[in-house]
Nanobody
Framework: QVQLVQSGGGLGQPGGSLRLSCAAS????????MGWYRQAAGKQRELVAT???????NYADAVKGRFTISRDTAKNTVYLQMNGLKLEDTAVYYC?????????????WGQGTQVTVSS
């Protein structure tokens, strides 16, 4: 199991920046994959950016070149730096950790953080 505690986010302006943090209760080296998803009102949850299989990163096309996922292994924390914010980035952002279980994995989620981009 793992507990994920999120911080950051809030209100940002178009073209501005925000940063999200996600602190895990165990070493992130023991976690198969970790990253960020988001869910806008009336839409399905979607992948934003993830780490998997070591240092491999994956970004949604909508955020490539604007968002950066990073991690601090000493703090067991993953970050999402969001630059060049757009109105369509408004959503609840969730930290995700996938922990292997047999031949599959179990998803764990943070509490969610509202990000609102507005002028």
């Amino acid at each position: 199991q793992v507990q994920l505690v999120q911080s950051g986010g809030g209100l940002g302006q178009p073209g501005g920046s925000l940063r999200l943090s996600c602190a895990a209760s165990r070493s992130i080296f023991s976690i198969y994959a970790m990253g960020w998803y988001r869910q806008a009102a009336g839409k399905q949850r979607e992948l934003v950016a993830t780490f998997s299989s070591g240092d491999t990163t994956n970004y949604a096309d909508a955020v490539k070149g604007r968002f950066t996922i990073s991690r601090d292994t000493a703090k067991n924390t993953v970050y999402l730096q969001m630059n060049g914010l757009k109105l369509e980035d408004t959503a609840v952002y969730y930290c995700n950790a996938k922990i292997t279980y047999g031949n599959s994995w179990i998803d764990y989620w943070g509490q969610g953080t509202q990000v609102t981009v507005s002028s």
